[in-house]
């Protein structure tokens, strides 16, 4: 087997510790390092295509949607999110972590199609949440996968995200009927409540990591009514 190769490292803000981007052959991955574990790898993607898939249903149609994903990784969220809208949307990509955008603009990019690349596509550095901040209705939907779920994974500052204020200030960035879609790598019954709580309406799709195949992941689907 041929060996891992480093092909970069990014400090995480705030004391997050440290990501580190390698590859082996055309298999890229990127961890925590330490003990924390793998947060994305090039072979399995089929749950972060269906985040977007399942969060952008029906705005092929729509002129002019606006979606925001978060955050960047392997940019195959935001790829799919692009091939979900029409040619008038555009996609904001918010990353934490600016060397991940740097990552993609490099070899890796070549995973997802080079989505940085498209014309609709624009970057906003900086943690996603500052985006919520707006109170004003912007996004047709909005992707959220920043951690393994609803808790801090990537970055402890992130369980802020899915707390009730939070979730209404999200709900507000939202225009009627649009869509907050949320990658998890488990389902959690209290979250779906708190989500009802903030006036969503939810259902839950859970998807497999690679093909059909693989660990079961679950995508909340959480409707502004
Ligand atoms: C699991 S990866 C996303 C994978 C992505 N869906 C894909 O298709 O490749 C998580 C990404 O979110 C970024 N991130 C973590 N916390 C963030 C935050 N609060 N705001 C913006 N980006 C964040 C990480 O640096 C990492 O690039």
Redesign the pocket.
């Known amino acids: 087997m041929a060996p891992r190769t480093i092909l970069g490292t990014a400090k ?1 803000p705030n004391d997050g510790g440290e ?1 580190e981007l390698t590859q082996r052959d055309n298999e890229f991955s ?1 961890h925590l390092k330490g003990l924390r574990g793998e ?2 790898n090039s072979r399995m ?1 089929s749950s ?2 269906a ?1 977007a898939e399942l969060g952008c249903a029906g705005l092929k149609k729509t002129e002019d949607a606006k979606v925001l ?12 999110a692009l091939k979900a809208t029409s040619q008038s949307a555009q996609v904001v990509v ?4 600016p060397e ?1 955008i740097e990552w993609n603009k490099g070899p890796l990019g070549e995973c ?1 199609g080079r989505p940085l690349n498209d014309p609709r596509t624009k970057v906003a550095l ?4 500052a985006l919520f901040k707006a109170q004003k209705a912007t996004y047709h939907a909005v ?1 959220l ?3 393994n779920g609803p808790e801090g994974f ?2 402890l ?2 369980d802020s ?1 899915y707390s009730d204020d939070s979730l209404q200030a999200i709900r507000q960035t939202l225009f009627p009927n649009g869509m907050l879609a949320i ?1 998890s790598a488990w389902s959690d019954p209290k979250f779906i409540k708190q989500l009802k709580k903030a006036h969503f309406k939810v259902q839950t799709q859970t998807v497999r990591a690679h093909k059909g195949k693989g660990s079961r992941h679950t995508i909340y689907l959480a409707k502004k009514i």
Not at 69 to 80: Q, S
Not at 94 to 97: H, Q, S, T, W
Not at 126 to 129: E, F, I, L, P, R
């Open positions: 995480i990501l990127i947060l994305m993607h972060e295509l985040l994903v978060g955050g960047m990784g392997m940019g195959f969220t935001l790829a799919a918010a990353e934490l972590v991940v997802a900086g943690d996603v949440a992707l996968d920043v951690d990537t970055h500052d992130n995200l990658w």
